[in-house]
């Protein structure tokens, strides 16, 4: 007699090859076909496959999608329907061709979508692609459509699309097509705000007559004219320790320390030369109390990059969103002071000592502008303001571009470890150059991040070192 187990795993096995194939037979045929044929013959064969389920240029295509359909695997469908956008979507990127990724989306508007069928098949099939339409997949696509789309008014949300889909390519479990597109898609906004900040201040700050003549630059920020102000205050502020000389400071003096030891000097570096002001006292005893109860476990041993990293993580957790879904009580304690650059030089000063932190801190970012994304730009005013305070002295102390003061009477540059007032920047003109900087695999350092992650989780109890 056979082993009914047995005879249950080859039958799941070759299942999920079936299914395997399917999705395979469908992912070629679009690939050949996005690379080869004009995008209008292209989302007219996706429609046919995946709305209509007509007869493709292609005989095994839709053979393939039924094979799916009929093993009743919605989650399977969802999974092949979003590769196949993203397929699409990438290299609809890549040719800048992207008037065709908001085509693709208007498909999934089709009326044939919601119409009532006898049909079991199709109307599976229909239901399928309605939730895929309301489920947060098609979410996700929609953000590489929405900023090409100018005939409607974008939600305030949209200035934001860099840090909504850090989430899509950190998820190292996202089809590789999506987290490509993501990664190109967020790395293009990125750098577009810091050329517009940078072309911005520039032109801003010529007189009257030199900029009559020419078309005044846009303003990238929702701050105003107070955005050149603030980025005076921001740099003017750096003074004989800057926040990189800083990190590298306190690097130094905590390597290979006890991690108790180290709770406690992480604790006073964040909070070095942070303003005194309302709710900095909470803020204190409150981030010494969440060190303090942080991985007790591992007190007694020797600081490494993984502990680091899990550490600066749940720190950002504990100063943004501890669930995922919502802003931590102390994120909305430090914003209701009405200062949310104190917040934002903290979490600066965590990317400086963690740079493979700033993946999950973005990450944390995204879900903060989810969260508020509902409430109009009236009614949450001063979430946008940390949000732009963030993203500029993100792009001014940590990315490739180098912002300094420079006194026009004197030709004078302020020097890094000078000191400047607020007062007398006003006197100063703001000057910035790209820096070089070493090109890095994005795929690696996540893979590495998920590493340095899996070996803190999976570290045993603190025991004596054995020399």
């Known amino acids: 007699m056979k082993d009914s187990s047995n005879l249950s795993r080859v039958s799941i096995g070759r299942f999920q090859r079936d ?24 989302l007219a064969e996706f429609r046919r496959l995946f709305i209509h389920q007509v007869n493709t240029t292609s005989s095994d295509t839709v053979p393939a999608l039924y094979e799916i359909v009929f093993a009743n695997q919605e989650q399977e469908f969802h999974n092949t329907l979003k590769r196949a956008c993203y397929i699409l979507i990438n290299n609809w990127e890549i040719k800048r061709q992207y008037t065709y990724i908001s085509d693709l989306i208007d498909l999934f508007s089709d009326g044939l979508i919601q119409k009532t069928t006898m049909s079991p098949t199709s109307r599976r099939l229909r239901q399928w692609l309605q939730n895929f339409v309301d489920g947060e997949d098609f979410r996700e696509i929609k953000l590489f459509a929405n900023r090409h789309d100018e005939t409607n008014i974008q939600p305030w949300s949209q200035r934001y699309t860099s840090y909504l889909l850090v989430p ?114 909470v803020f204190q005893h409150n981030l010494n109390h969440k060190l303090n ?54 979490l600066l000063k965590i990317i400086l000592i963690c740079n493979y932190s700033r993946v999950h801190l973005e990450s944390k970012i995204a879900v903060l502008v989810r969260y508020y994304e509902k409430l109009s730009e009236a009614d949450c005013q001063w979430v946008l303001n940390f949000l732009e305070v963030f993203r500029i002295t993100m792009t001014i102390h940590a990315e490739n571009i180098e912002y300094n003061l420079v006194h026009p009477q004197v030709n004078h540059v302020e020097e890094a470890g000078a000191t400047i007032t607020v007062k007398e920047s006003d006197q100063y003109r703001i000057f910035s150059q790209a820096k070089r900087c070493q090109e890095f695999d994005d795929d690696a350092i996540l893979q590495h991040i998920a590493n340095l992650e899996a070996i803190a989780e999976d570290q045993p109890e603190a025991t004596e070192d054995t020399e």
């Open 19 to 42: 299914i395997s194939n399917a999705q395979t037979v469908i992912y070629q045929f679009l690939l050949d076909a996005v690379k080869t044929w004009p995008p209008e013959e292209v």
């Open 168 to 281: 899509q390519y950190a998820n190292l479990s996202n089809p590789v097509e999506q987290r490509d597109a993501a990664r190109m898609l967020s790395f293009r906004l990125r750098e577009k705000f810091k050329f517009d900040l940078a072309f911005y201040t520039a032109h801003s700050q010529q007189p009257t007559s030199a900029s009559s003549t020419s078309i005044t630059p846009q303003n990238p920020t929702a701050l105003g004219d107070e955005v050149v102000r603030l980025i005076k205050f921001i740099v003017a502020r750096r003074g004989q320790f800057n926040h990189l000389n800083l990190a590298h400071i306190f690097l130094g003096q905590t390597k290979d320390i006890r991690y108790k030891t180290f709770k406690k000097s992480l604790c006073k570096y964040l909070l070095f030369s942070v303003e005194k002001q309302n709710g900095a006292s």
């Open 293 to 346: 109860e942080l991985y007790t476990k591992h007190n007694d041993r020797k600081l490494d990059d993984a502990l680091l990293l899990r550490t600066c993580n749940r720190i950002i957790d504990y100063l943004t969103s501890e669930d995922g879904q919502q802003p931590s009580t102390m994120f909305a304690l430090l914003l209701s002071q009405g200062n949310p650059l104190t917040l934002v030089i903290v």
